[in-house]
C-alpha cells in the first residue's frame, strides 16, 4: 500500500509540474561528459608538467647546485611559476571534480591526491623520455604557432640571473678576461674580478669553458663562484640559441 501511494504522489507531482521527467539520453550523456572533463584536464596537466620537466631539462637547471644556497635560490627564482601554478590548479579542479561529482568515491582526500600527484609525475615523467617536446620546441621556431609558439619559445632559456657561460681568454693575478658566450647584452671581451683568496683558482685556465656566478656591472663582473661541471650539456644550449659560441 505504502508504494501505491508513493507511486501516487510522484505521479500528481509530475502531473502538476513540480517534478520534470528526463530522458535516458541525460542520464547517459551526464557521466560521459563528466569523464571527458576529467581526461580534458587529467591530459592538460600531464602535458604541462612534462613541459616543465623538458624546460628544467634542456636548461640542465641542475648545474645550478654546484653554486650552493646561492645557486639553489638562482634556480628557485628562475622556474616558471606560471606552469607551476597552472599545474597545481588543474590537480586541485581535477580532485575536486573526483570527489564532488563521483558516487564512487570514498578515499581520504589528502590519500587520493597524493596517487593522483604521483600518477601524474609517472605520466609526464615518461613523456619527457620522449622527443615530443623537443619536436614542438623545433616547430615552434619554424611556425610562428599561436599559443604553441610563445609558450616553448619564452620558457627555451630560463632566466638564470648572474649565470653565465664563459671562455676564458687571458689571467693577470686576479683579473680574468673572458669572452662570454651566452648573453649579448654583456660587452665582449669581459673582466672578471677574482674574490681574495679564491678556492678554484686552479680551474681557471687559458681556453677554458666554465660556468661562472657573478654580479656583472659596467662591464666587469665580480665572481662569487665558478664551475667545470656539466659544460657540455649547459652551454651547449646556449649556443643553440647564440650561436656566437663557437
Request: charged share 20%.
Amino acid at each position: 500500500m505504502n508504494g501505491d501511494k508513493i507511486k501516487e504522489k510522484v505521479l500528481e507531482k509530475i502531473k502538476s509540474g513540480q517534478v520534470k521527467m528526463k530522458p535516458k539520453i541525460y542520464f547517459w550523456l551526464r557521466p560521459l561528459l563528466f569523464i571527458l572533463i576529467l581526461l580534458l584536464i587529467f591530459v592538460f596537466a600531464i602535458y604541462f608538467l612534462s613541459l616543465l620537466f623538458f624546460i628544467f631539462k634542456i636548461n640542465n637547471g641542475w648545474t645550478l647546485i654546484a653554486f650552493g644556497l646561492r645557486g639553489i635560490l638562482v634556480l628557485i627564482l628562475s622556474l616558471p611559476w606560471g606552469i607551476i601554478a597552472f599545474v597545481l590548479l588543474l590537480m586541485v579542479i581535477l580532485e575536486t571534480l573526483i570527489i564532488h561529482f563521483s558516487p564512487l568515491y570514498r578515499k581520504p582526500v589528502l590519500y587520493s591526491f597524493l596517487l593522483l600527484l604521483i600518477l601524474i609525475f609517472v605520466i609526464s615523467f615518461c613523456v619527457t623520455v620522449t622527443s615530443f617536446h623537443a619536436r614542438m620546441l623545433l616547430s615552434s621556431r619554424g611556425h610562428n604557432i599561436p599559443l604553441i609558439a610563445p609558450l616553448y619559445q619564452g620558457y627555451e632559456k630560463m632566466d638564470f640571473k648572474n649565470i653565465y657561460c664563459v671562455r676564458i681568454l687571458s689571467i693577470d693575478n686576479h683579473e680574468v678576461t673572458v669572452e662570454c658566450l651566452d648573453e649579448p647584452t654583456i660587452p665582449h671581451p669581459v673582466k672578471i674580478v677574482l674574490p681574495e683568496n679564491f678556492a678554484k683558482y686552479e680551474e681557471i685556465q687559458v681556453g677554458r669553458t666554465v660556468i661562472i656566478f657573478g654580479k656583472e656591472e659596467n662591464g666587469i663582473i665580480n665572481l662569487f663562484d665558478l664551475t667545470g661541471k656539466n659544460i657540455e650539456e649547459f652551454c651547449e644550449h646556449r649556443r643553440i640559441i647564440f650561436p656566437r659560441m663557437k
